[in-house]
């Protein structure tokens, strides 16, 4: 079973619009959810982290949400570049053991010019 | 080094065949992590140091698997007798102990390994 489920799958839009991926759990009890971008053939690189008290957090263009009543995140990135295209995971760290992290299958964005 | 660098960075090995896996973490960081990708899935943790313990390794798949960290820096995954399944990306990060706020971990690049 997955405990974190990620959508769409893969993502494509044109360079210079905005995007919100969508993140659902089942972790309980729930620590702190991040976001990571990994690029393809690199290691996945942290852009956010929230615990179970944080709503929102801000890194430059990336906006992520958290609402942990309904088990729910969202990663908004704001006027698209080439650059932003990569695989962006969340992932969810529980509160028995924060140093074991559920990782997602990832959503898939790609960015055309 | 700047980063967590991990060698090599591609493995090809004949099913049956031992491998072995580096990890450099970061110069000062005391927890290191190892984990699996396999191709459509998402990332599998495997096993967790604290220094040179591990006091998680509730991940590993099966015991072909083992992984030991010595001086607190470098570890190296062993994988026995491989299996074509085995086949993926390993991925090693490392993170400071703060004991407070929840700490980033720092990736590697990742060694992909694969099974013929």
């Known amino acids: 079973k997955n405990q974190v489920e990620q959508s769409p799958q893969s993502l494509i839009i044109l360079e210079g619009k905005n995007c919100t991926l969508q993140c659902n759990y089942t972790v309980s009890p729930f620590s702190n959810l991040r976001w990571y971008k990994q690029d393809t053939g690199r290691g996945p690189v942290s852009l956010t982290i929230m615990t179970f008290s944080e709503n929102t957090k801000s890194n430059g263009r990336y906006t992520a949400t958290l609402d942990a009543d309904t088990k729910q995140s969202s990663l908004h990135i704001t006027a698209s570049q080439l650059s932003d295209s990569a695989s962006y995971i969340c992932?969810?760290?529980?509160?028995?053991?924060?140093?074991?992290?559920?990782f997602g299958t990832g959503t898939r964005l790609q960015v055309f010019p | 080094g700047a980063g967590v660098s991990q060698s090599p960075s591609n493995k090809v090995t004949e099913k049956g065949k031992d491998v072995e896996l580096r990890c450099d973490p970061i110069?000062?960081?005391?927890?290191l992590y190892w984990y699996r990708q396999s191709l459509g899935q998402g990332l599998e943790f495997l096993i967790y140091f604290q220094g040179n313990s591990a006091p998680d390794k509730s991940g590993l798949p099966s015991d072909r698997f083992s992984a030991e960290r010595t001086g607190g820096s470098v570890s190296t995954l062993t994988i026995q007798r491989t299996q074509q399944e085995d086949s993926a990306v390993y991925l090693c990060a490392s993170r400071t102990f703060s004991g407070g706020a929840p700490d980033t971990q720092y990736f590697g690049p990742g060694t992909r390994l694969t099974v013929l």
């Open positions: 992932v969810v760290s529980g509160s028995y053991n924060t140093d074991k992290l559920i």
């Open positions: 110069s000062g960081h005391t927890a």
